[in-house]
Antibody, heavy 118, light 106 residues
Framework: QVQLQESGPGLVKPSETLSLTCTVS????????WSWIRQAPGKGLEWTGH???????DYNPSLKGRVSIALNTSKNQFSLKLSSVTAADTAVYYC????????????WGQGTLVTVSS | DIQMTQSPSTLSASVGDSVTITCRAS??????LAWYQQKPGKAPNLLLY???VLQDGVPSRFSGGGSGTEFTLTINSLQPDDSATYYC?????????FGLGTKLEI
């Protein structure tokens, strides 16, 4: 079965870069859409962006060019980098998979809390 | 960005009841809509996509409808396990956006 697992630092200092990795098992990242979705404490869900298996990306403009998502096909992983973080970027970050553009996110990681604080 | 407005924000019902949650889009999204269920401390779980297509493994008590700007999620024969927050999400254009959620208490 398909499983996704987020990993990365749980604490990041303001103005630094948040880096997370999603390790995928039971599926190849050489197909489908791979996304990062975050949820601030007690708040709703925010789509940060996704990457297609081709390497093509789309990002949420609200993140003002601070975000990048990349594939690592040799490790069957994809990553998120978010630069110049502030306290507003504190959230649980989920990685997720959509089988197709029109299928919704059917597989999710368990989520990882990233706190931005000095 | 397309804004997704859910109503009500909270809902209380009893076991065996039926409830309907509404999601309105600020512009037409055709049928490019998904519904998710999220329980505290857990990742969201996909219930429906394409506004009305039931995801594999989801009980048929869940159903969705609508197109354009107005959509509904209906849950029949409520069970205690249905207590959760429900979110709609469009994927008509970038950025994809979610509604603020409807908290259902059984």
């Amino acid at each position: 079965q398909v499983q996704l697992q987020e990993s990365g630092p749980g604490l990041v200092k303001p103005s630094e870069t948040l880096s997370l990795t999603c390790t995928v098992s039971g599926d190849s990242i050489s197909s489908h859409y791979w996304s990062w979705i975050r949820q601030a404490p007690g708040k709703g869900l925010e789509w940060t962006g996704h990457i297609l298996y081709t390497g093509s990306t789309d990002y949420n403009p609200s993140l003002k060019g601070r975000v990048s998502i990349a594939l690592n096909t040799s490790k069957n992983q994809f990553s998120l980098k978010l630069s110049s973080v502030t306290a507003a970027d504190t959230a649980v970050y989920y990685c997720a998979r959509a089988r197709a553009h029109s299928s919704g996110y059917e597989y999710w990681g368990q989520g990882t809390l990233v706190t931005v604080s000095s | 960005d397309i804004q997704m407005t859910q109503s009500p924000s909270t809902l209380s019902a009893s076991v065996g009841d039926s409830v309907t949650i509404t999601c309105r889009a600020s512009q037409s999204i055709s049928s490019w809509l998904a519904w998710y269920q999220q329980k505290p401390g857990k990742a969201p779980n996909l219930l429906l996509y394409g506004a009305s297509v039931l995801q594999d493994g989801v009980p048929s008590r869940f159903s969705g409808g609508g197109s354009g700007t107005e959509f509904t999620l209906t849950i029949n024969s409520l069970q205690p396990d249905d207590s959760a927050t429900y979110y709609c999400q469009h994927y008509n254009s970038y950025p994809f956006t979610f509604g603020l959620g409807t908290k259902l208490e059984i």
